[in-house]
């Protein structure tokens, strides 16, 4: 069985400020993905990035970015100079090759205030 | 492009009566998804369609539950008969199978209030 643990569940910011959301995950297969979903106050689920389990560079958008670490089955997200637009709750999930289900954990809510 | 499109965007309705909920996915999709999110629980994923055909519900709460998917490009959601523990948000998502696995993409979701 798969598990996506975010064990943060609010992290307060003063805007401007760097923030990193952790994301640590279980599984037994070797081949799966790893995504991040935005959800803002107004409710929709956002998709960020998707990544695969054989490809462990980091990537990098704009003010976001992702560290995958196979090693430590982590998979955190990091924010520099956040912003108050940047507020909303965070999923981490993860799905399993050949299966399209994907298991989220239970979510951050990040707070950025001015 | 459009997105994935849910009605109702809220529901409000008694104790005992029936609810549908409707999504309409992406275009060229073949996979869709119905999620249920609440507090206590977070984000559960109820069923899932690949080609129009149910893979998995083992996520459905009971009986009371029942999904379609009759074409390609519309997907329900019943409750009959619903419950106060059936206020939830749910949400529809939709992606295009392959084998690498492609992100799936949500719509807005539905906020069902049952009193």
């Known amino acids: 069985a798969q598990k996506v643990t975010q064990a943060q569940t609010e992290i307060s910011v003063v805007e401007k400020e760097d923030v990193t959301l952790d994301c640590v995950y279980e599984?037994?297969?070797?081949?799966?993905?790893l995504f991040w979903y935005k959800q803002p106050p107004s409710g929709e689920l956002v998709f960020l990035i998707r990544?695969?389990?054989?490809?462990?560079q980091n990537e990098i958008s704009g003010r976001y970015s992702w560290n995958f670490q196979k090693s430590t089955s982590s998979f955190n997200f990091t924010i520099t100079a956040s912003q108050v637009v940047d507020s909303a709750v965070y999923f981490c999930?993860?799905?399993?090759?050949?299966?399209?289900?994907?298991?989220f954990g239970k979510g951050t809510m990040l707070l950025v205030s001015p | 492009d459009a997105g994935v499109i849910q009605s109702p965007r809220h529901e409000v309705t008694e104790m005992g009566q029936e609810v549908t909920l409707r999504c309409k996915p992406i275009?060229?999709?073949?996979?869709l998804f119905w999620y249920r999110q609440t507090m206590m629980r977070g984000l559960e994923l109820l069923i899932y369609?690949?080609?129009?055909?149910?893979?998995?519900d083992s996520g459905m709460p009971e009986d009371r539950f029942s999904a379609k998917m009759p074409n390609a490009s519309f997907s329900t959601l019943k409750i009959q008969p619903s419950e106060p523990r059936d206020s939830a948000v749910y949400f529809c998502?939709?992606?295009?199978?392959?084998?690498?696995?492609?992100?799936?993409?949500f719509g807005d979701g539905t906020r069902l209030s049952i009193l």
């Open positions: 998502a939709s992606s295009l199978f392959a084998q690498n696995l492609v992100a799936q993409h």
């Open positions: 599984t037994r297969d070797t081949t799966y993905y």
């Open positions: 990544r695969n389990s054989f490809d462990e």
């Open positions: 999930a993860l799905s399993v090759s050949g299966y399209s289900t994907l298991t």
């Open positions: 275009s060229g999709h073949n996979s």
């Open positions: 369609f690949n080609n129009n055909v149910p893979i998995d």
